[in-house]
């Protein structure tokens, strides 16, 4: 197991030093390419990643043909399609790597084993949940109560580090707006 995930891993529970090697064994490790794809819309999503290095992105395809990114997933984060993941169905969003990334992939199956074989896990993945549950309900209020203006330097201030890595179209899409209006919020918070 990658000291980044083994690190995460015990900032929430403790597991001990033998056991880490044991847990290794259930991912597989995956080197992208940037804007490469890891699942297409309609396919089952049969892995929920781990990034170690670079920035993953959730997004589905409007009817107008234009993506909508809802979720981006750097370092130490976790990103899948949940829905597609927990009922093995297929996927309603598309995930691809922003910029050269490695994950870890942990598939549907090898979750199942490793968590009856490692129940402390269990708390684990309930703790990484309610904290991107909580990102997830933010979000929504940033989309219902704050004005463009307001929701975009509240990203800024919450999460700096994504706004220097996130090319701006991407940014845009995330927070509900066109480029050509990040610009204008740009540019105006810069005087």
Not at 27 to 33: E, G, I, Q, S, Y
Not at 70 to 99: C, G, R
């Amino acid at each position: 197991m990658s000291d980044a995930l083994a690190q995460h891993i015990e900032r929430f529970v403790s597991i001990p030093k033998d056991d880490i090697a044991n847990i290794a064994t259930y991912f597989k490790k995956l080197h992208l390419k940037k804007k490469e794809n890891l699942l297409a819309e309609g396919k089952v999503c049969n892995s929920n990643y781990f990034v170690e290095n670079g920035l993953l992105r959730l997004f589905y395809v409007k009817d107008n043909g234009t993506e909508q990114t809802t979720h981006f997933a750097m370092e130490n984060w976790w990103l899948t399609d949940y829905n597609s993941f927990a009922a093995q169905k297929p996927a309603t969003f598309n995930i691809q790597a922003v910029e050269k990334s490695d994950v870890l992939a942990l598939s549907y199956t090898a979750q199942e084993k490793l968590l009856r074989e490692y129940p402390i896990l269990e708390r684990y993945f309930r703790l990484i949940h309610q904290r991107a549950h909580a990102a997830s309900q933010f979000r929504i209020r940033w989309l219902y109560d704050l004005s463009k203006e307001q929701a975009y330097n509240d990203f800024c201030n919450a999460y700096p580090e994504f706004v220097q890595r996130i090319p701006q179209y991407l940014l845009a899409s995330f927070l509900g707006f066109t480029p050509e209006y990040l610009s204008e919020i740009r540019a105006k918070r810069k005087s």
